[in-house]
């Protein structure tokens, strides 16, 4: 039987191992990447009166992942805390998480 010091031993690895992964050098896109009624997704600083969300990070943890599935997952987590703008900061380079500020414009 495997005793708790090993479980917590290995899920201390695994986590330290993801976040090393995860920290990965970064690229850019272009400016203007989707705009939709609910949400607009763009490289720019928003107009007018916003206020600002947070930093945000979207992942895809498939091994096959694409920088379209990381951006899905940020403007999912973009508009499950109320943002109705998006401002994409960066891609890794692998593609597999993006991060961003979201907004709330009045």
Partial sequence: MIGLKTIYKNLFLLTITTLLISCGSTYKTPSAIM???ELTVSRELPMGNCEELGLLRGTTMSVTGTQQDALDDLKQTAMSKGANY???EEFSETGTSSTGIA???Y
């Fill in 35 to 37: 705009k939709s009624d």
């Fill in 86 to 88: 998006l401002k994409v």
């Fill in 103 to 105: 907004y709330k414009c």
